[in-house]
């Protein structure tokens, strides 16, 4: 293990720099902002427009990439976000957040993508999975870590933007002294969403609601938290309970899916999240311990869905397919997180920070209804032929290049380096 990890180390470290950064900066604008008194419509388009930056990154980081090469372009996304990060905090206005946010997404697209080339790279078939899920770990310390500084300065200054340009930086000087060779061109994947239903109606319908409740709730969250009477430090508590808990969950769901129809989990899980999330509207808890708790319980539920949702695809999918179909499902999730953000921004104006539940409760709801309809119109299944259940960060978009990394994707020939993206 130790021999399969020492060569990609620099990376793993640029990789936690990079999520320390997304974690600490996607939560600074949105509690900053409500504390200007920007509208919770302008505070949901911050959202959006990540979202947006994110998917066309995916899209077109390749092609960045083949034009001026790895390290380069490495350099020239993670400068850029450096950059926008201290501009957000000398230009203290909505509508430039909002513009700059677009290129945030790409940017962490392409960081992230050109990372994860690099580890696959220098992975073989005997660590790749130790090395995706190492990888996946470090993402999830990257955001809660960055979550947890909240607390310790003061959101109404510029010293968290600083702080947040300075570890951009950092993330960059890993990647820019590593001696490893630049790895291939980055995969490309493209959005069949025929294809997608076809293979599997749940997975398509889910994944699209998961990403609006994920969605308005990864961007709005932190804005209910300090509309319901949450401190800075208490609404970086609830947003990093919400993933950890989320990420502690897919564990115990994942296995239970591997054993019963996976649409059952899905349903239950989903119910579980409307329960939570109608419990907080109903009861509109003032106390910090009961809102976290039942915030706690409703992001354990609400995280684990996509994982399970991502395997009952790939459960009617080819091992060839795999990439192609995971791929296109990451794609459709990051629609559905461009939408949840630019609905829930109006909705909660107009029926205060509550309405924020009100919305995933009803995507929620949505899932579980259409998951048990399905389970009567189609056989699932045999356990014997699954496809293994595997983890996901919770916390943050993973980019189509991390599946190049998974223990599911079709195993390279080590022997011929130039095929491993022949997926």
């Not at 290049?401 to 997926?423: G, H, V």
Request: charged fraction near 10%; aromatic fraction near 8%; charge should be neutral.
């Amino acid at each position: 293990m130790r021999k399969n990890l020492l060569p990609v180390a620099a990376l793993l470290l640029g990789t936690l720099f990079l999520f320390l950064g997304n974690g600490l900066h996607s939560l600074l604008l949105p509690v900053r902002g409500t504390t200007e008194g920007y509208s919770t419509t302008l505070l949901g388009l911050l959202g959006t427009s990540w979202a947006s930056g994110f998917v066309l990154g995916c899209l077109l980081a390749p092609t960045v990439v083949k034009r001026v090469g790895h390290v380069r372009a490495f350099s020239g996304f993670a400068a850029l976000l450096a950059i926008i990060a201290l501009l957000t905090g000398l230009l203290v206005d909505p509508i430039w957040w909002v513009a700059l946010r677009a290129f945030t997404g790409f940017s962490t697209a392409g960081c992230s993508m050109i990372i994860e080339s690099w580890l696959n790279e220098r992975a073989t078939n005997e660590s790749r999975g130790a090395i995706f899920s190492l990888y996946i770990a470090i993402t999830l310390m990257g955001v809660v870590g960055g979550q947890m500084m909240i607390p310790f300065g003061d959101t109404s200054t510029t010293l968290f933007f600083m702080i947040c340009g300075i570890v951009y930086c950092l993330a960059m000087l890993p990647t820019l002294l590593s001696t490893a060779a630049s790895p291939q061109p980055l995969s490309q994947i493209s959005l069949d969403l025929r294809g997608l239903y076809r293979n599997s109606p749940v997975s398509f319908i889910g994944i699209l609601l998961v990403g609006i409740a994920n969605g308005a709730y990864g961007t709005l969250g932190a804005v209910f938290g300090r509309q319901a009477g949450l401190t800075d430090s208490n609404v970086a508590l609830m947003m990093s309970t919400t993933i950890f808990v989320g990420a502690i969950m897919q564990f115990p769901a994942g296995r239970l899916s591997d054993r019963i129809d996976r649409r059952y989990v899905l349903a239950a899980l989903a119910a579980v999240a409307a329960f939570a999330g109608l419990m907080v509207v109903l009861i509109a808890p003032t106390g910090v311990i009961l809102l976290i708790t039942l915030v706690g319980i409703y992001g354990a539920a609400a995280n684990a869905l996509y994982p399970i949702a991502v395997s009952h695809a790939n459960d009617f999918a080819t091992a060839e397919d795999f990439v192609k179909i995971s791929g296109g499902l990451l794609l459709l999730y990051g629609i559905g997180t461009i939408i949840g953000p630019t609905i829930g921004g109006p909705i909660m104006t107009v029926t205060g920070p509550y309405g924020l539940f009100m919305i995933t409760a009803v995507a929620h709801l949505l899932i579980t209804a259409y998951a048990l309809f399905r389970s009567r119109r189609r056989a699932p299944v045999p356990v014997s032929e699954r496809d293994a259940f595997s983890t996901i960060n919770p916390g943050t978009l993973t980019t189509p290049e991390s599946l190049q990394l998974s223990p599911r994707a079709t195993p390279f020939e080590e022997e011929e380096p130039d095929i491993r993206r022949s997926a």
